[in-house]
């Protein structure tokens, strides 16, 4: 039988700035007036964030090879990707079996060209991850291979998830989409890449960075 992968970090995006999060609670204030609705399925906005790959960090050795292939992405990415903006609107859902309800809800993040941009900072850093055998192509999860070029399939923000609530029914969607499907956070500045722990929290409320690069 295969061995379930536990994932104990991740690269991410920051996207909790302070504009960002105050849109974000006045679109959960409204959400919540919604049938059915409960605040526990709601991400954290101090931890809001775009996933770029997740990581399975079980050892000294490789927490050190994760972070010596995040460095080697520092110069190809700070030279040549800084002062990006994603514009984040339009709700969008993962749905259960029961196409009626979503066990992911989330906000998708950038134009096109915004995308783009985010693929080939992508491409720089799980290229750099492979090559410091952190990870391997067998275990790149929900991450495109085409034409060996590395990057999420889908670029999004998670708003709300039914594992927050280990809820097996799902969120009863169409409602959501009738109203929010061209809702908008605004924009906002990646300023940050890093990553993160996952469960273990800072001061500031994100996740505890094991490395971060800033742009």
């Known amino acids: 039988m295969q061995r379930v992968m536990r994932f104990t970090h991740f690269v991410s995006v920051p996207l909790n700035q302070i504009n960002i999060q105050r849109s974000y609670g006045l679109l959960k204030e409204k959400m919540l007036e919604c049938e059915g609705v ?8 101090q931890r809001l964030h775009l996933t770029i790959l997740m990581l ?3 050892s000294e050795e490789k927490i050190q090879k994760s972070i010596d292939g995040f460095n ?3 110069k190809p990415v700070t030279d040549n990707y800084t002062g990006l903006e994603l514009k984040i609107q339009n709700l969008n859902y993962i749905p259960t079996k ?4 979503a066990r992911v809800v989330y906000i998708e993040v950038g134009t096109k060209k915004q995308q783009d941009v985010l693929r080939q900072i992508s491409n720089i850093i ?3 991850m492979l090559k410091h055998k952190v990870i391997d192509i067998a275990q790149l999860n929900h991450i495109s291979t085409t034409n060996n070029q ?6 999004h923000l998670t708003i709300m998830n039914t594992t927050y609530t280990k809820s097996k029914k799902g969120i009863l969607i169409q409602p959501l989409i009738n ?37």
């Open 38 to 45: 409960s605040p526990r399925l709601f991400a954290h906005s």
């Open 56 to 58: 399975n960090l079980d």
């Open 72 to 74: 080697a992405s520092l």
């Open 98 to 101: 029961n196409k009626e309800y």
């Open 126 to 128: 799980i290229t750099n």
């Open 150 to 155: 590395y990057y999420p399939e889908k670029l």
């Open 179 to 215: 109203k929010f499907s061209d809702c908008s956070l605004g924009v906002a500045k990646v300023n940050q890449l890093h990553i993160s722990t996952r469960f273990k929290f800072a001061e500031d409320g994100f996740y505890v960075p094991l490395s971060v690069i800033s742009l």
